[in-house]
Nanobody
Framework: QVQLVESGGGLVQPGGSLRLSCAAS????????MAWYRQAPGEQRELVAL???????HYGNFVKGRFTISRDNANNTMYLQMNSLKPEDTAVYYC?????????WGQGTQVTVSS
């Protein structure tokens, strides 16, 4: 069973930056579609960014050029670079991997944007 482990969350001031990482326990990035989701308290989980095995990227409308998703296949790691963070970006951020009928989730990492 492949495991996904997120890291990089924390407390940051508005306008600041964070880089989240998602490490897989074995090589899956060459075939899996990878994505970041987030869930704020009382809200539904929503897509932040997605990158296909072919390298195509898609972002949630709220990103507006502030975040960048990338991956390092050789190191089985995906990243989310988040800039110009806003208080409304506060949420638990989850890593997701999907391929055909297989869907994997990480345990999540908390991002808090506050002064």
């Amino acid at each position: 069973q492949v495991q996904l482990v997120e890291s990089g969350g924390g407390l940051v001031q508005p306008g600041g930056s964070l880089r989240l990482s998602c490490a897989a326990s074995r090589s899956i990035f060459s075939t899996y579609t990878m994505a970041w989701y987030r869930q704020a308290p009382g809200e539904q989980r929503e897509l932040v960014a997605l990158i296909t095995y072919g390298g195509n990227r898609h972002y949630g409308n709220f990103v507006k050029g502030r975040f960048t998703i990338s991956r390092d296949n050789a190191n089985n790691t995906m990243y989310l670079q988040m800039n110009s963070l806003k208080p409304e970006d506060t949420a638990v951020y989850y890593c997701k991997a999907s391929y055909r009928d297989t869907v994997l989730w990480g345990q999540g990492t908390q991002v808090t944007v506050s002064s």
